[in-house]
């Protein structure tokens, strides 16, 4: 093969790649122009924000709270479709709760009746008396007044008769229980600020957030308008239990989304939105906190001057389970000292063999026991009604 036919081949293969290399560039360039490569390209952008919404909280894309800081509290009510009860009305609440209190079947009455239905009481009985009294948590200096009184009373008066001397008791007893205390809450009271503020606070497990929650279909009861603070933001069902409470009875519920957020931030905002809806009544759902931890009952403080800067707090309620008996009495005493408690709520008293504490509590802290609970039912948190409750520990018909 001669020299010229060897370049015309060579330049033959040189066209013949550039023209397969010029179709490949075609090719690729058409592509991207095509309507389905232009509209996947416009698809990837406008999802590039839902996955940086759901990066950031999902629906809502609330945007997240700088590290140590709270996001900022939502308020939350009942959905439009979401039917509304409509509580127990006061009056007959306290009718069905006063008889249901004086038949509770409590183990101190009982022991009672059996001591004084005898003919004749001798020194051991009256001893088995104030032990009966002692067991029940009335205390030990309000037991032995008490037998000391009746007793003496009973051979004064020549008394032997089993059923005059239970109504000396129940007398002397009815004495210590209503000491002429006021048992009313203070957003109750003419004149009370607006809002008023009700701080609950309690150790864990004394059935506080649902006692707010029935304190607010008891003021909802009464026409009064409610908004609800969750500042327990350490226990993570608190904030939903308390929206379920809200709920039914339409009251808006202030909480944060962040678990662990400043309670005493939302305790503030809720103050804030009590007042700017200028409702009736702010209360305040704190955590559980046992009364031993110096820097969690600190923290109670704190709350209490918080919401100072907003609201005055009228009203400091301590629940306290009245199956703990004694035990109450420290953790009563220790929060009066943290943040200074106003009124008293017992829960579980019915059937209690431990209400005495309503004696020895008000003795000792000069505060007064204000509602009582007496069942599960949602609107089975009354006003205390000394009577009943002295009526239901005797063992009175």
Not at 116 to 124: A, G, I, Q, R, Y
Not at 269 to 274: F, G, P
Not at 320 to 328: F, K, M, S
Not at 369 to 390: R, T
Request: glycine share 10%; with cysteine; aromatic share 2%.
């Amino acid at each position: 093969m001669n020299t010229y036919a060897i370049i015309a081949l060579v330049c033959a293969a040189v066209v013949l790649l550039l023209v397969a290399v010029g179709v490949v560039i075609a090719l690729r360039k058409r592509g991207k122009h095509s309507p389905h490569a232009e509209q996947e390209r416009v698809d990837g952008q406008s999802a590039q924000p839902s996955r940086q919404g759901a990066d950031e909280g999902g629906h809502g894309a609330q945007p997240r709270a700088p590290a140590g800081q709270a996001s900022r509290p939502d308020q939350t009510g009942p959905s439009p479709s979401q039917s509304v009860e409509e509580p127990e009305s006061s009056s007959s609440r306290m009718t069905r709760l006063r008889a249901k209190l004086a038949k509770s079947p409590n183990p101190f009455g009982k022991a009672l009746f059996t001591i004084l239905s005898k003919d004749h009481l001798s020194e051991s009985d009256w001893e088995d008396v104030e032990d009966t009294l002692l067991r029940a948590d009335v205390g030990a200096e309000a037991s032995e007044q008490l037998v000391d009184e009746l007793r003496s009373d009973a051979r004064v008066n020549g008394e032997k008769d089993p059923a005059a001397v239970r109504a000396m008791l129940r007398e002397k007893l009815l004495a210590m229980v209503d000491n002429g205390q006021d048992r009313s809450l203070l957003a109750s009271r003419p004149g009370a600020a607006k809002p008023s503020v009700i701080v609950m606070v309690g150790v864990n497990g004394t059935g506080k957030t649902t006692t707010a929650g029935k304190l607010a279909r008891l003021f909802v009861a009464d026409g009064k308008s409610v908004v609800m603070g969750a500042a327990d933001t350490f226990r993570a069902a608190a904030a939903d239990q308390l929206e379920t409470w809200g709920s039914k009875v339409g009251v808006p519920v202030v909480r944060s989304e962040r678990e662990g957020a400043d309670p005493a931030s939302v305790a503030f905002e809720a103050a804030q939105q009590a007042k700017d809806s200028q409702a009736d009544l702010l209360i305040v759902d704190t955590a559980g906190r046992l009364q031993n931890k110096a820097n969690l009952m600190d923290e109670l403080g704190k709350i209490r001057r918080v919401v100072e800067k907003n609201l005055p707090v009228e009203e400091v309620l301590l629940v306290l389970d009245a199956t703990t008996g004694q035990n109450g009495m420290v953790q009563a005493k220790v929060f009066a000292q943290a943040i200074g408690v106003t009124g008293i709520v017992l829960t579980k008293l019915d059937g209690s063999a431990k209400g005495g504490i309503v004696v020895s509590v008000q003795r000792e802290l000069g505060v007064p026991v204000k509602l009582v609970g007496l069942g599960e039912g949602p609107d089975d948190l009354s006003a205390f009604d000394p009577e009943s409750f002295v009526d239901g520990i005797l063992g009175a018909e």
